[in-house]
């Protein structure tokens, strides 16, 4: 068989993990040749494909980023998009493409399965926000990258008797805001899902300073919200190809709101991009292979318009349609678990 594999979406710790998988599963258990698409689905619009074997994936393991390249462009805005790549997949005898991305690139892939060309997904999040599957690899090496800058923080948080805000990401799901809050020791953690006030922030910080502690730690997920609140006013809304507001400067808000109700020192840092980058962490090199090899599987087992997850410790798979019906929000026993140590 010929397999394409595609990397879309924003760039993640594991993807090169993956490639390496999928590419030494078909090779050596199922004979089949690999092409390698380029730049997400840029690359199979233009037929920029490339052959992968044994040697060009040897040594990637360890590589952040994707040897493929990747892009945010939706190719569904333009049906003649649609209907080059259905040209190129056709033309390079694609028997199935391993589309690894979150949930646009998989949207891609589930309409595309009905338009003549057959898919299988991998589950790419930083935010792990994908349902059908426990965990998106990515996630864990963002969580500890994060849980790091926490620990920095509060050398200096405390040293200059300040409260430090951490911005991190987050659009629908507060996952990584919570989980690196939880294990950095953080004092207050905002997430999407449950919409803030400046007085519940205020009233958490003030009981700290009661307490005898003269700085705090907030962590807060770049899609947090507060409530009655217009963000418009402070910051314009932009939009990227799929419809999604791009995100960033929550933490500088909050920042401006609280300086404006107290007589803090703040001092705020976001992670951005630096979440996404650098070498994957042990647990998603492991998950980011046993996917990459099940994909690989897949294609064979004909088990096309499906994405492959993590159900307690087995590799299985759900529908795409499954996976993309909403998005996985943070458990709420985790929230509850780290307001114990607020305040």
Same mark, same amino acid.
């Given at each position: 068989?010929r397999?394409?594999?595609?990397?879309?979406?924003?760039?993640?710790?594991?993807?090169?993990?993956?490639?390496?998988?999928?590419?030494?599963?078909?090779?050596?258990?199922?004979?089949?040749?690999?092409?390698?698409?380029?730049?997400?689905?840029?690359?199979?619009?233009a037929?920029?494909?490339?052959?992968?074997?044994?040697y060009?994936?040897?040594?990637?393991l360890?590589?952040?980023?994707?040897?493929?390249?990747?892009?945010?462009?939706?190719?569904?805005?333009?049906?003649?998009?649609?209907?080059?790549?259905?040209?190129?997949?056709?033309?390079?005898?694609?028997?199935?493409?391993?589309?690894?991305?979150?949930?646009?690139?998989?949207?891609?892939?589930?309409?595309?399965?009905?338009?003549?060309?057959?898919?299988?997904?991998i589950?790419?999040?930083?935010?792990?926000?994908?349902?059908?599957?426990?965990?998106?690899?990515?996630?864990?090496?963002?969580?500890?990258f994060?849980?790091?800058?926490?620990?920095?923080?509060?050398?200096?948080?405390?040293?200059h008797?300040?409260v430090?805000?951490?911005?991190?990401?987050?659009?629908?799901?507060?996952?990584?805001?919570?989980?690196?809050?939880?294990?950095?020791?953080?004092?207050?953690?905002?997430?999407?899902?449950?919409?803030?006030?400046?007085? *519940? =922030?205020?009233? #958490?910080?003030?009981?700290?300073?009661?307490?005898?502690k $003269?700085?705090? /730690?907030? !962590?807060? &997920?770049? +899609?947090?919200?507060?409530?009655?609140?217009?963000?418009?006013?402070?910051?314009?809304?932009?939009?990227?190809?799929?419809?999604?507001?791009?995100?960033? *400067? =929550?933490?500088? #808000?909050?920042?401006?709101?609280?300086?404006?109700?107290? $007589?803090?020192? /703040?001092r !705020?840092a &976001?992670? +951005?991009?630096?979440?996404?980058?650098?070498?994957?962490?042990?647990?998603d090199?492991?998950?980011?292979?046993?996917?990459?090899?099940?994909?690989?599987?897949?294609?064979?087992?004909?088990?096309?318009?499906?994405?492959?997850?993590l159900?307690?410790?087995? /590799?299985?798979?759900?529908?795409?349609?499954?996976?993309l019906?909403?998005h996985?929000?943070?458990?709420?026993?985790?929230?509850?678990?780290?307001?114990?140590?607020?305040?």
């Amino acid at each position: 068989m010929r397999v394409g594999v595609l990397t879309g979406g924003g760039d993640c710790p594991g993807l090169n993990a993956v490639i390496r998988a999928v590419t030494r599963r078909a090779i050596t258990a199922h004979d089949d040749q690999v092409l390698g698409i380029k730049n997400g689905w840029d690359g199979l619009i233009a037929g920029d494909v490339e052959p992968l074997s044994l040697y060009s994936v040897s040594g990637i393991l360890p590589k952040g980023g994707t040897i493929l390249g990747t892009s945010r462009h939706n190719p569904l805005k333009r049906e003649e998009n649609i209907t080059k790549m259905l040209e190129q997949y056709q033309r390079y005898e694609l028997d199935g493409i391993i589309t690894i991305g979150g949930d646009d690139t998989l949207g891609v892939a589930h309409k595309l399965n009905a338009r003549g060309m057959k898919f299988v997904g991998i589950p790419k999040s930083i935010d792990n926000d994908l349902q059908g599957t426990d965990y998106s690899f990515g996630f864990d090496t963002a969580v500890s990258f994060a849980t790091e800058a926490i620990d920095r923080l509060h050398s200096t948080a405390e040293a200059h008797h300040r409260v430090a805000i951490l911005e991190v990401m987050g659009r629908y799901s507060g996952a990584i805001a919570t989980t690196a809050g939880i294990a950095g020791g953080a004092d207050c953690i905002l997430v999407p899902e449950r919409p803030f006030t400046f007085d *519940g =922030i205020i009233n #958490i910080l003030d009981s700290r300073q009661r307490h005898g502690k $003269n700085f705090s /730690i907030v !962590v807060v &997920a770049e +899609g947090a919200l507060p409530k009655d609140f217009d963000l418009a006013t402070v910051r314009p809304e932009r939009t990227d190809e799929f419809g999604h507001r791009i995100l960033g *400067g =929550i933490g500088d #808000i909050i920042r401006r709101e609280l300086e404006k109700r107290s $007589n803090w020192e /703040i001092r !705020v840092a &976001a992670l +951005g991009p630096l979440q996404r980058g650098g070498s994957p962490s042990m647990t998603d090199r492991l998950l980011a292979t046993r996917f990459g090899v099940r994909a690989a599987d897949m294609v064979h087992e004909g088990k096309f318009d499906c994405m492959t997850a993590l159900r307690g410790t087995e /590799i299985t798979e759900v529908s795409l349609a499954e996976a993309l019906r909403t998005h996985k929000t943070v458990d709420p026993k985790l929230l509850e678990l780290a307001e114990v140590f607020f305040g």
